[in-house]
């Protein structure tokens, strides 16, 4: 054990600690009607203002009781899927047609000063995708590692970015088709990607 030195406020015994006890009790303030309670008082001996009103002691029909006919396959189709109102954006969006998504990405591509050297690696490409893909290397509406593309579109027309409306065309397209892998940015799947490696 290793020696321990002693202070020579210690030594001259000017002050000792005192001991801890967790004997005390504590108490709080506690609302008039629960401390009545509690203290073992009858709930009729309190005003009518704590008591609920009671309804009348008839019971009730049976015809009241009786479970209504179950509704048809029809009825309840319509009651699990709600029409959700469409947004402006939406709806704007649905009226853009596909020759001018082609003329927004002819327009891109323009404005471009450096030809494009790697184009070879994007053949394979729609020029949905290639939108998209835009839409997720361009800073300026936000980040997009992490964030579903509609919702990143949808941010950025919140706080006033003006995203392009072609963006959302492509998406809510690709989402009418089925494509439910649309939502995730290209970014994320190659940082979500396990890189295999020969050994």
């Known amino acids: 054990m290793p020696a321990t030195r002693k202070s020579s406020r210690q030594s001259a015994g000017a002050s ?5 006890s967790f004997n005390h009790r504590v108490t709080k303030s506690v609302p008039k009607s629960a401390k009545d309670t509690a203290a073992g008082v009858k709930p009729s001996s309190l005003s009518k203002e704590y008591l609920p009103e009671r309804a009348a002691s008839t019971p009730p029909k049976v015809e009241d009781l009786l479970i209504e006919e179950a509704p048809s396959a029809q009825q309840t189709e319509a009651e699990a899927t709600p029409e959700v109102e469409k947004s402006d954006a939406e709806l704007r969006a649905e009226g853009i047609s596909a020759a001018s998504i082609e003329r927004y990405w002819g327009r891109i591509e323009a404005s471009r000063t ?7 690696h994007g053949e394979g490409l729609t020029t949905g995708e290639r939108i998209l893909r835009y839409f997720d290397v361009s800073s300026q509406y936000g980040p997009s590692v992490g964030t579903a593309r509609r919702k990143r579109w949808e941010r950025a027309d919140r706080l006033g970015l003006n995203p392009p409306i072609e963006v959302l065309t492509v998406l809510l397209k690709e989402q009418a088709a089925g494509n439910k892998a649309v939502e995730r940015a290209h970014m994320d799947e190659l940082l979500n990607s396990t890189a295999v490696g020969s050994v």
């Open 16 to 20: 000792k600690q005192s001991t801890l």
């Open 114 to 120: 450096a030809k494009a050297v790697h184009k070879k």
